[in-house]
């Protein structure tokens, strides 16, 4: 007899403890350019350059989200994480350093 896990003793996403670390970690890398502009004047970001750093993390944020509710397995998770990470990265570079 195969024992059945039912959804409400197991739900899908992300704990209530990820979830709090993951968009605490987003707030944090967003408050470093913030505190540094304050200490040297190597750092000028203007509104619009939060405004799409935090659009981007929340992006990151909710895929990763996503990608903890829809993935069948950890190890469809931890490829869905990384190619949302990866993304991320790719786009960020790509606006530090204006390639295209």
């Not at 959804?7 to 470093?32: M, V």
């Not at 304050?38 to 990608?67: H, K, N, P, S, Y």
């Not at 786009?91 to 350093?97: F, K, Q, Y």
Request: with cysteine.
């Amino acid at each position: 007899m195969q024992a059945t896990i039912s959804h409400a003793a197991h739900p899908r996403g992300l704990s209530p403890r990820w979830r709090l670390a993951l968009w605490s970690a987003a707030a944090g890398l967003l408050l470093i350019p913030a505190i540094a502009m304050q200490f040297t004047a190597e750092v000028r970001w203007t509104a619009l350059d939060f405004t799409v750093m935090a659009l981007m993390l929340a992006l990151t944020c909710g895929g990763i989200e996503l990608a903890a509710r829809l993935s069948p397995s950890r190890r469809a998770f931890a490829i869905a994480v990384a190619v949302v990470l990866a993304l991320f990265l790719l786009v960020w570079g790509e606006l530090a350093v204006d390639i295209v």
